[in-house]
């Protein structure tokens, strides 16, 4: 697990991959100034609220979602961005006899209701 705040720059965009991966959404950099130095926090599409960031490490089309929650989360907000509706499918494979999921993505063809 990535933490939230770095003392340098080129460490906070290292650890914004890795947080990405791990919380499946947009990983925003921003810098605090103090007296005694600064910081640079790692904040999520939720937690930046207006505040100016240095860098966004944005979450690719083509990202294998493990949450369907996420995925769904995610194609409303490629549908807001691109103004086109985008859609979300799961990829299933079967193994030892079951059907597994073994990842959600996104699309742009509206999936089959049958």
């Given at each position: 697990m990535a933490g939230n705040v770095y003392s340098s720059y080129e460490l906070a965009r290292e650890k914004a991959n890795e947080r990405m991966k791990e919380l499946e959404t947009d990983i925003f950099i921003c810098l605090c100034k103090y007296k005694?130095?600064?910081?640079?926090?790692?904040?999520?599409?939720?937690?930046?609220?207006g505040t100016n960031?240095?860098?966004?490490?944005?979450?690719?089309f083509r990202y294998h979602f493990e949450e369907k929650a996420n995925a769904i989360r995610e194609a409303d907000m490629f549908a807001s961005?691109?103004?086109?509706?985008?859609?979300?499918?799961?990829?299933?494979?079967?193994?030892?006899?079951?059907v597994v999921?073994?990842?959600?993505?996104l699309t742009y063809k509206e999936p089959c209701l049958a």
């Open positions: 005694s130095g600064q910081e640079f926090t790692l904040k999520t599409r939720y937690e930046i609220m960031y240095l860098y966004m490490v944005a979450l690719p961005k691109r103004g086109r509706p985008v859609y979300y499918d799961k990829k299933t494979a079967i193994e030892s006899g079951y999921t073994k990842y959600y993505y």
